[in-house]
């Protein structure tokens, strides 16, 4: 579950990318945010990955307290969600498999399980014979479905998607949002920042639009 | 720290170096280049001083006793030259030991002697040798007090020279080695810096995993003891082989002047146990140490 109460975020530098933010996101939602750039959705992200902390308000993730955290509690954090970004973020001296194991391996799990685990993912998004490859190999949306696979190796409760179509091809940005989508009828809460309203029209989910640093809609409250 | 995420950071830290090998290469080369300018610094300037304390070892003081001193007198002046302090040997020479010693140097040509000499013209002395040359001339007008010292001869034009000498090769030895290590420090800081910039994406990628600041740092830290120690072996290595090939050609050197320096050297095996003690010490340390530093740096996300 994420909720944000009343949150505001100011940069050093002045500027006000957040203004007392309130919304309410429940687990196994499946939520677009939408806003033009510069509108504050990368500082909510940001806010999400508990990169950035609030200037005031409180942010809870997944039951952790955001602002109260140690700063040596955010491993533990983080692994209690996926990530996916618009460049992928795959280490790039690191093969497809090693890629999503190491997503694994902080959490100090046993490398039978990794040996079981990574290559049921990598065959749940498409790509069972990649395993041995290196990321630049791959085309946009492979290494996007790499992300993917990375994101839900540890069996996330919330996977935070972060204009993950932005890179690619439009047909292959509709199978990504698919694989999320079948992802969350598994019960996975889906956060999935946009600017591609086409897409979010072809999947009638929850839509947030965030304006100037505020909430100016969500279909949550519509319904 | 499960055993099995040990082996498997250290693997990945072993990889690393091969994965990367292009900066491994360059700080390895730039490693090398520092500990072969530093441990090179070191060995002349030990060898300088020790030559010169060599030298400094070989001076000899004699003193001449007056004529007709009974042998109580002349054993007297000998414990008070003992006495004045700073004197590190004193052998008592007799006229006729001097005047045998005389006759032995001449070798063939002694015949010319026997026509000449109808009594020994030579006076009873003492040779000494003082501890600290650079107060020679203090203490040799101390002995020049003693009653029945007829004349003392000494090196005291040379023993000055040497003494500044030394002084300039130790000020000029500590210099140069200080300025080497802070310059080691500065390429070797960068270097890394370079390495790790170059990688701060995969460190931030690791962050936004959820890996711990250890887990990151970790294979980093192996990363930078495993070059440091390939290049102290290769620095000690070239030094070794390098010292003991100019050794070699100096002591069969045509200059016997060469020679005699080359002799007063010390031989590798007496400095090589602190040579590997200090670049396997400081690879390793500034591998470990300036990776982990460095590293830090990018794991605030």
């Keep these: 579950m994420i909720e944000f109460k009343n949150v505001s975020k100011t940069y050093p530098n002045g500027t006000k990318a957040l203004k007392d933010v309130s919304l309410k996101i429940n687990d196994g939602d499946f939520v677009f945010i939408v806003g033009s750039s510069g509108a504050g959705k990368s500082t909510l992200i940001k806010m999400l990955l508990r990169e950035e902390v609030a200037s005031s308000g409180s942010v809870v993730v997944n039951g952790f307290d955001l602002n109260k955290m140690k700063r040596r509690r955010i491993p533990a954090f983080r692994r209690s969600l996926g990530v996916v970004f618009q460049d992928f973020r795959l280490i790039p001296n690191m093969s497809v498999y090693d890629n999503v194991a190491f997503a694994m391996r902080v959490t100090n799990a046993s490398s039978r399980d990794i040996r079981k685990r990574v290559p049921y993912i990598l065959n749940l998004v498409g790509l069972p014979n990649k395993a041995k490859v290196m990321p630049s190999q ?3 949306g492979e290494q996007q479905r790499v992300a993917l696979a990375r994101a839900l190796v540890n069996n996330p409760q919330l ?9 690619i091809d439009p047909e292959l940005s509709y199978q990504i949002v698919d694989l999320l989508n079948e992802i969350n009828k598994c019960g996975t809460t889906i956060v999935m920042v946009t600017h591609e309203h086409d897409l979010v029209y072809q999947f009638d989910r929850r839509v947030i639009t965030i304006d100037n640093g505020m909430v100016v809609s969500d279909t949550d409250w519509e319904v | 720290m499960k055993s099995g995420n040990f ?26 280049a520092c500990m072969l300018l530093m441990g090179g610094a070191m060995l002349i300037s030990y060898n300088i001083n020790e030559a010169v304390g060599y030298v400094e ?16 007198q002349m054993k007297s002046i000998g414990t008070q030259i003992e006495n004045k302090g700073n004197i590190s040997k004193s052998t008592f020479v007799s006229k006729d030991d001097a005047l045998y010693d005389m006759i032995e140097e001449m070798g ?7 026509g000449l000499l109808t009594e020994n013209p030579l006076l009873d002395s003492y040779e000494i040798s003082v501890s600290d040359l650079s107060i020679l001339s203090d203490t040799v007008s101390k002995i020049e007090n003693i009653d029945g010292v007829y004349k003392v001869v000494s090196p005291t034009e040379a023993a000055s020279t040497l003494t500044s000498i030394r002084k300039i090769v ?19 800081a960068n270097t890394i810096k370079i390495t790790i910039f170059n990688r701060r994406k995969e460190v931030s990628i690791m962050k936004y995993v959820g890996a711990t600041d250890w887990f990151i740092k970790f294979p980093f830290i192996i990363e930078g003891i495993i070059i440091g120690l390939l290049s102290s072996a290769i620095a000690y290595g070239m030094l070794w082989l390098g010292y003991q090939y100019l050794m070699e050609n100096l002591l069969t050197h045509n200059s016997s002047w060469l020679q005699g320096v080359a002799e007063s050297f010390v031989s590798f095996d007496q400095i090589a146990l602190s040579v590997a003690i200090g670049f396997f010490g400081s690879g390793v340390g500034i591998g470990a140490i300036g990776s982990s530093i460095f590293v830090s740096k990018y794991l605030k996300v």
Aim: glycine share 6%; no cysteine; net charge negative.
């Design chain 1, 138 to 140: 791959l085309s946009g």
């Design chain 1, 159 to 167: 996977i935070i998607a972060d204009e993950p179509t932005g890179n």
């Design chain 2, 7 to 32: 082996a498997y950071l250290v693997k990945e830290g072993a990889r690393n170096v091969w994965v990367n090998r292009l900066m491994s290469l360059a700080s390895v080369g730039v490693l090398i």
């Design chain 2, 57 to 72: 070892n070989q001076n000899e003081v004699v003193v001449f006793l007056d004529e007709n001193l009974t042998d109580e």
């Design chain 2, 108 to 114: 063939e040509s002694q015949d010319i002697m026997d």
């Design chain 2, 170 to 188: 130790n000020i000029a030895g500590s210099a140069i080695i200080i300025i080497l290590f802070v310059v080691s420090i500065v390429i070797i």
